[in-house]
């Protein structure tokens, strides 16, 4: 059974908000929801008495020499896990709306955000592959790689667009290897032509299912006072830290991590962390 929302999508945003920015400023205003959501200050009012009032019972207090509402001391957060990387996604997101809209005075919030390159996907491209995978359809498509960099026609059957934190793929069913391959999205080429439903979907793909779990610890050449340094680093609780990942993404997930599957490297201060459990997932890397 689905989860339903308990407010309204553009509710729920405005009060994740006001929790991101009064948690990690110390200081949250009408203007912080006026700026950002392009809304009254009467409706930001009400919606501040509203998260106060109702979503967050007495998580805020107003403070006259602030001039703003602050946390109180058993503030909890209720709409946000509370976690420093939600408000740095915020910081990340203006900063990208920055870039789209360079004309427009928009906050920066004294941050620079990196963004990797872009990949080139056209829409023509994208919106086949979304109908396939929304209605269970096949299609057709041309698709090159690194060993045939020759055009190649395939015909697949997609059921989930992944992004690895470098570039997207699309995870489907391939008729040409008999088999759920993952696809990189600008590698695909020309247009692809709906083919009608498939038999495979997702629920057939049983590694797209699989979980494991991938315990990462300070790598044991560096010193003991390194490693501490490693571990806090990581957020490790006893000198580890357990990621739970879905099988077929672990490899992607390492590849972020700049964790490097092969043998260890001379420097251990290179790569700093290692995989302390890797005879469990080898059968996972690529």
């Not at 207090?61 to 957060?77: Q, T, V």
């Not at 395939?154 to 759920?180: D, M, S």
Request: aromatic letters at 8%.
């Amino acid at each position: 059974m689905e989860q339903t929302l308990p407010y309204r999508w553009d509710l729920l945003l405005r009060y994740r908000f006001i929790e991101c920015i009064a948690l990690w400023e110390g200081r949250l205003t009408t203007r912080h929801l006026v700026e950002t959501f392009g809304i009254g200050r009467q409706q930001a009012s009400k919606d501040i008495n509203t998260y106060n009032r109702t979503v967050a019972p007495d998580n805020l207090r107003y403070d006259k020499f602030l001039k703003g509402y602050e946390p109180n001391a058993a503030f909890k957060p209720t709409v946000t896990r509370g976690l420093a990387e939600e408000y740095l996604q915020l910081l990340a997101n203006r900063s990208e709306l920055h870039r789209t809209f360079s004309s427009v005075a928009l906050p920066q919030g004294n941050t620079e955000v990196l963004a990797p390159p872009i990949r080139p996907v056209s829409p023509e491209l994208l919106r086949p592959l979304l109908q396939a995978a929304r209605e269970q359809q096949r299609l057709e498509v041309d698709y090159v790689s690194l060993n045939n960099p020759n055009r190649e026609g395939r015909i697949i059957a997609p059921h989930t667009l992944v992004w690895t934190g470098t570039r997207w793929h699309v995870r489907g069913w391939c008729e040409k290897n008999q088999g759920f391959r993952d696809f990189v999205l600008s590698r695909f080429r020309g247009t692809p032509e709906l083919l009608g439903p498939t038999t495979q979907c997702s629920d057939d793909d049983q590694d797209w299912h699989k979980t494991i779990e991938i315990i990462l610890k300070p790598d044991p050449r560096l010193s003991e006072e390194q490693q501490d340094v490693v571990a806090k680093d990581f957020g490790m609780n006893q000198g580890q830290l357990c990621v739970i990942v879905r099988a077929r993404l672990a490899n992607y997930l390492l590849q972020l991590l700049n964790i490097h599957t092969g043998e260890a490297l001379s420097d251990p201060k290179a790569q700093q962390v290692i995989i302390a459990n890797r005879a469990n997932i080898t059968a996972w890397l690529f």
